[in-house]
């Protein structure tokens, strides 16, 4: 029997946190993911002191919920938000460093959600192809740490290599340069990373990896408006981001804070993109529209932004996603969308 939400909150309800209450009422918890017998979430601690102390949870969250039933693998990663850091001092850093991008990099294109599961990963991956196939050389950053599934997107899976103990060498597939975060994650471990030490490793792969010459980067963001979205804005010189909704009202409230986020971080929003937005019955061809309809048009409409384009719910684009070639690298109704929204993002010369 499959695992359910409400079991694992249930179990992270009755986890005893350091100080008091327990990790579900100290609010610790964030991004839980729970798919296909995997529970995946972040403890985010306000102090290294905390971060530290959260360990005993965080290995007693673990072993409760690997004992229970349709629970194969659980991820926790553990992060601290960075800390305050003084005027003037800024360590290893020249006191004005800004915001940055790899040499040979023209534009930096972050992909945004303010809920999980919305596609936006999926979103990345064939937008990156579709610009491909237009002729653009394309990255594709796979920041996603909280569930890094751009290497299953992509068929690419092999570690990268570093010849010289510096560079690391990205992987390509699909006409695109591909790099992730979840190359560097040891798989089905539990990690244990340090808001600082995540964003170190952020900057590694924006830094040190050999992208080479590109007219654009798609960067697959996590989900939401913390801590690592914050610094990866202010610490990457983007072009703009784009922010993918699915029409339920649940997601379009999300959605409005990452834009609100965005917005305080000067960073432009280039357009929003509805997921999902209807079905389109393989047999009858009959449209309905699960989720609500044209949500996120209307959103982007009151909000003064671009809508990219709406894409349906399409069992073809899951499976597509799941053996490795994105739907975007072949033909059909949905290659087609797709190929509509790069060639726009080309036509206003942000790709
Ligand atoms: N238009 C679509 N039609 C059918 N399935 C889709 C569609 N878009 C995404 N999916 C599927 O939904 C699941 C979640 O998508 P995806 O991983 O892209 O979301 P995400 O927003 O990046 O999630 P996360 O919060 O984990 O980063 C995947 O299995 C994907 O294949």
Redesign the pocket.
Known sequence: MAVTRAQVEGVLGAVAAPGGGTLASRDLVR?L?V?EGTVRFVLEADTPELSRALEPARADAEARLRALPGVDSVQILVTTHAPPQKDGVKIGRHADAGPSRPAGVDHIIAVG?G???????????NLAVALARQGRRVGLLDA?I????IPR?MGVNRRPSSPDGKTILPLHAHGVTVMSIGFMLPEDEAVIWRGPMLMGALQQLMTQVAWGDLDVMIV?M??GTGDIQLSLCQKTDLTGAIV?STPQDVALLDARKALAAFRTLKTPVLGLVE???SYICPSCGHESHLFGEGGVRREAEAAGLPFLGA????????????TGTPIAAGDGP?AEAYGTIAARLVANGFA
Do not use: H, I, Q
């Not at 809920?115 to 991956?125: C, D, I, L, R, Y």
């Not at 909280?146 to 599934?149: L, R, V």
């Open positions: 991004a993911a798919a959600s809920k999980g599961g919305v596609g936006k990963s999926t979103v990345s991956a996603d909280y569930g890094p599934s997107m697959d996590p989900p993918v997921n999902m937005s894409l349906p719910l399409s069992l073809e684009v899951r499976v597509a996603g799941d949905m």
